[in-house]
């Protein structure tokens, strides 16, 4: 295990927790991965001479905040994308709306894996960084992709405000 100033992680982990287990050293691994990605990606860059706009487009950053708030819950909450976090979590209960609740499971990098893909909060930045690169490497399919989304996003808010506005009603 990687040492740290105050011995190692696991060390660290029992300080730090008060009693309750935090996997640090997973969130380092997933810290390490997420930092690797964006390495990767500015290097893949670098070399096929692409750049970052000069400024993001007021438009743009409503677009992709929509879409990144969509594709963050449909990946950590949506019933269809459970397969995906099956490994690291356990489900609970249905929460309505297509969404459910799970608990994660596991210890170490496990846990703190399971903590990310069941957390739309958490997910966000890696959403957000994809659309990033895509509006460095593929900006067109980035904006429909983003704008699909967006439309769903959209939709789902009008289908709940037509459910209260109806229950209310009657």
Known sequence: MARTDGGTV???ERAYGGGERRP???Y???MGIYS???AALTVAARRTGRRPPERIEPFDMVLIGIATHKLSRLLAKESVT???RAPFTRYVRATGESEVNEQVRGEGVRHAVGELV???FCLAA???TGFAAGLVFLPRLTRLTAAAAS???TSDFLQLLYDRAKSSSG
Do not use: E
Request: net charge neutral; aromatic share 8%; proline share 4%.
């Open 10 to 12: 696991h060390s660290l």
């Open 126 to 128: 890696w959403v957000a």
């Open 36 to 38: 690797s990605i964006v």
């Open 24 to 26: 640090l050293g997973g």
């Open 82 to 84: 459970s397969v995906l």
């Open 151 to 153: 439309a769903v996003a």
């Open 118 to 120: 069941s957390c739309p």
């Open 28 to 30: 380092l691994f997933t």
